[in-house]
Structures are given as structure tokens and as C-alpha cells.
């Protein structure tokens, strides 16, 4: 399998929480910017969850 580039790997990750999806599994890029600009902490504790996305974001 060859590896993610990043934005593949941030698009898999946003998708595994059903906040950021609809009906068909596909990403709502609204629906993240509003979690975004709330400072969800959901959303902040999930892309603490991968190491990667981490040290891009929060590093």
C-alpha cells in the first residue's frame, strides 16, 4: 500500500468522526471549518490522535 500524503491522511482521519461526514461517508469541509473556528475540542483531540497531523498543526 503506498503511503498517504498528508492531505490524504487528514481527510481519512476528519472522516472517521460521522460529525465531518454525510450519508454517504463523504467530508463536509463546512462542517470542519465550523468545528474549527469554534475550537472544538473533539476535533482538537483528534488530530492529536495522529502523530503526523500533530507535529504539522500544533508544532
Keep these: 500500500m503506498p503511503k498517504q500524503n498528508f492531505n490524504e491522511r487528514l481527510i481519512a482521519l476528519l472522516k472517521t468522526n460521522p460529525d465531518f461526514t454525510d ?28 502523530t503526523e497531523i500533530k507535529s504539522t498543526f500544533f508544532n
Design 23 to 50: 450519508e454517504s461517508h463523504e467530508l463536509l469541509p463546512a462542517a470542519v471549518k465550523d468545528h474549527t473556528w469554534k475550537l472544538d475540542p473533539n476535533l482538537i483531540r483528534l488530530l492529536l490522535s495522529d
